[in-house]
């Protein structure tokens, strides 16, 4: 069950990063962030763990860390979730995804994601015992759009949860209001329930932003939304992520959770909390997103630009730390005869071609789909480095022309 979809195997981010520190090469494949987050929120956490905030939490999450949820999703999306019965506080958004689809789907049931997809998805779906079904995420001069008919011929009477993930890992794509409405009709249409994961929310860039499709007609009663701090404040090991939607639903991901973790990092709660209120406050880190957002969308220039000037066209991202380009000029031209012909062949020798680390597109993709077989040449490259480290990275990948 879980080797045919590769489940059981280390993740493709362990395997890139173990590659990274062995050969000492540049990491542009595990998306992590090189610097801190916000000075007041690493604080609380050192002060938590002093003031002995060390045992159990509750399980549903501190109920000061559900209201910092419940007011950050008013705040933003004008969504109400009840801090008490409708939000819960899980290990990651990772844990947030499993226990949803491990709640929501087995055996005979459909879960649908778009492809590609983030890893985790295809290897829950294979733990639940669920069929894994995909719609197509296209490359396009303006961004990766979703494929509408690709979708409605994948969503049918069998389709028990659609997986969405808006800001997308890994094309940088951010869904349109068109997109959405189309996922929200099939969902009602199908009676499907919709769990989101939106870890990427504020990383999006030029204007565009970040629509949760709760918010659309008729959604909030189907939907569950996750989202996590990791991203958005620059702490991706503390692993504290949340789900909020209607009471049932997210009694049914709670009831998974107790067995999972049973609950949640006590002292990285109350930091989480302060970091959700920071945008509330006039203090020092206040417009901390704000910030995180202007130099991602700098970095991901400088990266895109490079890649291009490397002979590696990226397309463009509205969103998240990651952008995928292609690597067909590159293998069919200076790198023919080496005996690398596919983005997966190529991410393995370019520790040792030049010294960079990045992912194979089809990482994010099921084996054998018409999905992977179109990128099979394309790499996914991370841009929340610093810029000295993606001006070295780029120099390097430039010798390979
Ligand atoms: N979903 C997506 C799309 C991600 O990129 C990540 C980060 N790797 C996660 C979920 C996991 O988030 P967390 O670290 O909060 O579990
Ligand atoms: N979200 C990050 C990525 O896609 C890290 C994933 C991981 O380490 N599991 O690179």
Same mark, same amino acid.
């Given at each position: 069950?879980?080797?045919?979809?590769?489940?059981?195997?280390?993740?493709?981010?362990?395997?890139?990063?173990?590659?990274?520190?062995?050969?000492?090469?540049?990491?542009?494949g595990?998306?992590?962030?090189?610097?801190?987050?916000?000075?007041?929120?690493?604080?609380?956490?050192?002060?938590?763990?002093?003031?002995?905030?060390?045992?159990?939490?509750?399980?549903?999450?501190?109920?000061?860390?559900?209201?910092?949820?419940?007011?950050?999703q008013?705040?933003?999306?004008?969504?109400?979730? /009840?801090?008490?019965? +409708?939000? #819960?506080v899980?290990? *990651?958004? @990772?844990?947030?995804?499993? !226990?949803?689809v491990?709640?929501? &789907?087995?055996?005979?049931?459909?879960?649908?994601?778009?492809?590609p997809?983030?890893?985790?998805?295809?290897?829950?779906?294979?733990?639940?015992g669920?069929?894994?079904?995909?719609?197509?995420?296209r490359?396009?001069?303006?961004?990766?759009?979703?494929?509408?008919?690709?979708?409605?011929?994948?969503?049918?009477?069998?389709?028990?949860?659609?997986?969405?993930?808006?800001?997308?890992?890994?094309?940088?794509?951010?869904?349109?209001?068109?997109?959405?409405?189309?996922?929200?009709?099939?969902a009602?249409?199908?009676?499907?329930?919709?769990?989101? /994961?939106?870890?990427? +929310?504020? #990383?999006?860039?030029? *204007?565009? @932003?970040?629509?949760?499709? !709760?918010t659309?007609?008729?959604m &909030?009663?189907?939907?569950?939304?996750?989202?996590?701090?990791?991203?958005?404040?620059?702490?991706?090991?503390w692993?504290?992520?949340?789900?909020?939607g209607?009471?049932?639903?997210?009694?049914?991901?709670?009831?998974?959770?107790?067995?999972l973790?049973?609950?949640?990092?006590?002292?990285?709660q109350?930091?989480?909390?302060?970091?959700?209120?920071?945008?509330?406050?006039d203090?020092?880190?206040?417009h901390?997103?704000?910030?995180?957002?202007?130099?991602?969308?700098?970095?991901?220039?400088?990266?895109?630009?490079?890649?291009?000037?490397?002979?590696?066209?990226?397309?463009?991202?509205?969103?998240?730390?990651?952008v995928?380009?292609?690597?067909t !000029?590159?293998?069919?031209?200076?790198?023919?005869?080496?005996?690398?012909?596919?983005?997966?062949e190529?991410c393995?020798?370019?520790?040792e071609?030049?010294?960079?680390v990045?992912?194979?597109?089809?990482?994010?993709?099921?084996?054998?789909?018409?999905?992977?077989?179109?990128?099979?040449?394309?790499?996914?490259?991370?841009?929340?480095?610093?810029?000295?480290?993606?001006?070295e990275?780029?120099?390097?990948?430039?010798?390979?022309?």
């Amino acid at each position: 069950l879980l080797t045919s979809d590769g489940a059981t195997r280390p993740t493709i981010f362990a395997e890139m990063t173990a590659l990274a520190t062995r050969s000492g090469a540049v990491n542009l494949g595990q998306g992590f962030p090189d610097e801190p987050g916000p000075p007041a929120v690493t604080a609380e956490a050192s002060k938590a763990i002093l003031d002995g905030v060390n045992q159990y939490p509750p399980g549903p999450g501190t109920p000061r860390l559900r209201q910092a949820i419940a007011d950050h999703q008013l705040r933003h999306y004008g969504l109400r979730p /009840d801090p008490d019965r +409708e939000v #819960l506080v899980t290990t *990651g958004a @990772t844990e947030a995804i499993a !226990a949803a689809v491990l709640a929501l &789907a087995g055996p005979g049931d459909e879960v649908l994601t778009l492809e590609p997809y983030y890893d985790s998805y295809a290897a829950t779906i294979a733990l639940a015992g669920a069929r894994h079904t995909r719609a197509a995420l296209r490359p396009g001069p303006d961004g990766w759009r979703l494929d509408l008919e690709s979708l409605r011929s994948a969503v049918g009477d069998r389709t028990r949860v659609i997986l969405l993930n808006s800001p997308h890992n890994p094309t940088g794509a951010v869904l349109t209001a068109a997109e959405l409405s189309e996922v929200a009709r099939l969902a009602r249409a199908h009676d499907a329930i919709v769990v989101t /994961d939106e870890v990427y +929310e504020h #990383l999006t860039y030029d *204007g565009v @932003t970040h629509i949760p499709i !709760a918010t659309r007609a008729g959604m &909030a009663d189907r939907t569950l939304t996750i989202s996590s701090a990791g991203k958005s404040f620059s702490v991706t090991g503390w692993k504290i992520g949340w789900v909020s939607g209607p009471a049932p639903l997210v009694d049914a991901v709670r009831a998974v959770k107790q067995f999972l973790t049973y609950t949640s990092g006590a002292p990285f709660q109350p930091a989480v909390a302060l970091a959700l209120d920071l945008e509330t406050t006039d203090g020092p880190d206040a417009h901390w997103l704000r910030g995180l957002r202007a130099s991602l969308a700098r970095r991901r220039d400088q990266l895109s630009e490079g890649l291009r000037a490397a002979g590696l066209p990226p397309v463009p991202a509205a969103g998240t730390y990651f952008v995928m380009a292609d690597a067909t !000029a590159l293998l069919t031209g200076p790198l023919a005869g080496t005996g690398i012909s596919t983005g997966a062949e190529l991410c393995r020798r370019l520790p040792e071609l030049c010294g960079v680390v990045a992912v194979p597109a089809t990482a994010f993709t099921t084996a054998g789909s018409p999905v992977t077989e179109s990128l099979r040449r394309w790499v996914r490259f991370t841009f929340v480095k610093s810029e000295a480290t993606i001006a070295e990275a780029m120099q390097r990948l430039t010798r390979l022309k």
